[in-house]
């Protein structure tokens, strides 16, 4: 095992990611996540790879769009407004079937907002993003040590099913330090890049495009693409549950909402109230079995969300009525604390050990 | 017997579906047989557009890719960067260079990337039906200009090459035509001047900007358009080298 060192989280998922490979990293300044390009502007020459520093977030993401049809692992970070400019190189890259890694350490929305941390984009980021019926993967760290483990992750499952995997951290993920182990692990088979466009030499020509104008011929590629997606929620929907079993209230909280909610559950287990929770790790594909699975006994649900309700969404469709859910969401850079989390779960709680 | 004319290699054996008198063919061809010369058919990706050329892929057989309207600059900086070693352009329209895709030249350009770019101003978008660009000349007649394009309030026609032109990182910029058989020469010539900077590892971007006729949303024969373009259109894009570092 390596060693554990001191690092924020924008600085550990920036070396995760050159320890995974990436071969070119382009990015257009924004806080909370500045610290990456900054990282990056150094240590990727030192590496002999690439860092550009683009005009915009418009060329970041077409500049990723570029590296990866050529067959090199490349990616962007950004914020949540320049996420949104990204959004149309997003959808580009679902219809080219392109593979890339997008990180979002989310700032309060909407518009300019300011540079809090919030959890606003959580729509954005599960449901596409930009135009047409697609979706990205989406991963959603809690730790400085999970922003690391995730990007080699990422780069795997964006190279397996040749789509978007989105890195959905925040501002107080990005900018928080915590030991992290930064190991280099070996790779899973990867399916080869025959697609890529690396000059059309002892072979016919490679085309990547999303414009399918016969007819049919895009709702094929639509047909093709739900197929992968569904292959997608069945191998890699991931979450994490703690002290679900026994407990009358169930926590539903990512990222770092979800290290809060531990802390509340912990205090209302001593104060002799059975409190759990359930952290997707995936917010795209969403746990639903294992959330619908909780709802069949006989608990409450409360969803924290640093936002006025997105996930929660997602919840109440897992649970389809069988449970109630209740909401607590702060918007706007608002952080929920562990005491405001532990009153919520003493309003909800019926009876005491 | 002798072949003395020939499909370039590089160029495939298929109809176009590009209008009568267009003069994306005539450019597809000069692209190809600079390709084909210079023997890079196995190292160059091209790039094609949002607009009339947007399938070129069916007509230029190297490796392609299609992208959002615009950002074909971008998208050959993620190329050429990654892979330095491959000869990468990209073939863009007024609407797509001038307009949409503005901020993407530019700092191409002003980052001095090691692309060629094949910039083919008609004067109109084609693919959306003759809508104004940029490049519209004052007084022009499209489909979003009925009573001729005004200065005041539509602007005057952008004469991005010359923008181009100042940039320390844009290294080659030459406006060219295909009005006229010695026209078609001097265009294919840039073309792989273009390319050729580029295997050379020289240090920027080159443009080779092409006056291309657009007879349908001009409403002229194919005859007329390429009058129109020497008479009417060299006056406000002059022909000639805006800039030549070798």
């Known amino acids: ?353 | 017997m002798k072949t003395v004319f020939k499909r370039t290699s590089s160029l495939k054996d298929t109809q176009t579906h590009y209008c009568p008198g267009c003069g994306h063919g005539l450019a597809h061809r000069l692209l190809a047989e600079a390709i084909d010369e210079l023997g890079i058919h196995d190292r160059t990706i091209g790039i094609a557009p949002v607009g009339c050329a947007v399938l070129a892929y069916n007509y230029l057989d190297v490796d392609m890719i299609e992208v959002a309207h615009g950002r074909a600059p971008a998208v050959a900086t993620g190329m050429k960067r990654t892979n330095p070693d491959k000869i990468i352009f990209s073939y863009q329209g007024d609407g797509d260079l001038a307009a949409i895709g503005t901020a993407e030249i530019i700092h191409a350009a002003h980052r001095a990337e090691q692309i060629t770019v094949i910039f083919i101003n008609n004067a109109v978008f084609g693919m959306t039906g003759g809508q104004m660009a940029p490049t519209t000349l004052l007084g022009q007649v499209t489909a979003t200009t009925p009573q001729g394009r005004q200065s005041n309030g539509q602007g005057f026609p952008l004469q991005i090459s010359e923008l181009l032109a100042i940039l320390p990182g844009a290294i080659y910029v030459e406006r060219c035509s295909v009005y006229n058989p010695v026209q078609i020469r001097n265009a294919k010539k840039a073309i792989k001047h273009a390319f050729e900077l580029q295997l050379n590892g020289a240090k920027g971007l080159s443009l080779v900007e092409v006056l291309s006729p657009c007879p349908v949303y001009w409403h002229m024969s194919p005859a007329k358009s390429m009058e129109w373009i020497e008479k009417e259109m060299t006056k406000v894009f002059p022909l000639g080298k805006l800039k030549d570092i070798a």
């Open chain 1, 1 to 353: 095992m390596g060693e554990r060192i001191l690092m924020c989280g924008n600085e550990a998922l920036s070396e995760a990611a050159i320890i995974a490979g990436l071969d070119a990293y382009f990015g257009y300044p924004i806080t909370p996540q500045n610290e990456i390009s900054a990282y990056m502007s150094r240590r990727m020459p030192e590496e002999g790879k690439v860092f550009v520093q683009s005009e915009s977030e418009l060329a970041a993401i077409n500049m990723v769009f570029g590296a990866s049809a050529t067959g090199k692992r490349s990616m962007t970070t950004s914020s949540s407004p320049g996420i949104s400019l990204m959004q149309e190189g997003i959808s580009y890259l679902a219809g080219a079937e392109l593979p890339a890694v997008v990180v979002n350490v989310m700032r309060g929305g909407p518009g300019l907002g300011n540079i809090s941390p919030s959890q606003g984009d959580y729509f954005q980021a599960t449901r596409g993003g930009g135009h047409g019926d697609y979706r990205t993967i989406v991963l959603a760290p809690s730790s400085v040590q999970e922003l690391a483990d995730f990007m080699p992750l990422a780069f795997d499952l964006a190279d397996i099913y040749r789509m978007t995997v989105l890195i959905l951290a925040d501002g107080i993920l990005g900018q928080m330090m915590e030991p992290v182990v930064l190991d280099k692990k070996p790779k899973p088979p990867l399916p080869a890049k025959d697609w890529a466009l690396t000059g059309a030499k002892q072979r016919p020509q490679n085309i990547v495009r999303s414009l399918w104008l016969k007819d049919g011929a895009l709702e094929d590629l639509n047909y093709k693409l739900q197929e992968k997606y569904q292959q997608v929620q069945k191998n890699e929907t991931r979450c994490e549950q703690y002290m679900v079993d026994d407990a009358d209230v169930v926590i539903v909280a990512y990222g770092i909402v979800a290290r809060i909610a531990i802390s509340a559950i912990n205090k209302a287990r001593q104060e002799g109230i059975w409190a759990g929770l359930i952290r997707p790790i995936t917010l795209w594909p969403f746990p639903t079995e294992q959330i619908s699975k909780a709802a069949e006994e006989l608990r409450i649900f409360l969803v924290v969300e640093m936002s006025c309700g997105q996930m929660v969404d997602d919840v109440n469709l897992a649970i389809a009525g069988k449970a109630p859910v209740v909401f607590h969401g702060r918007p706007g850079g608002g952080v929920p604390s562990a005491d405001e989390i532990l009153e919520k779960i003493r309003q909800l709680t019926v009876r005491k050990k």
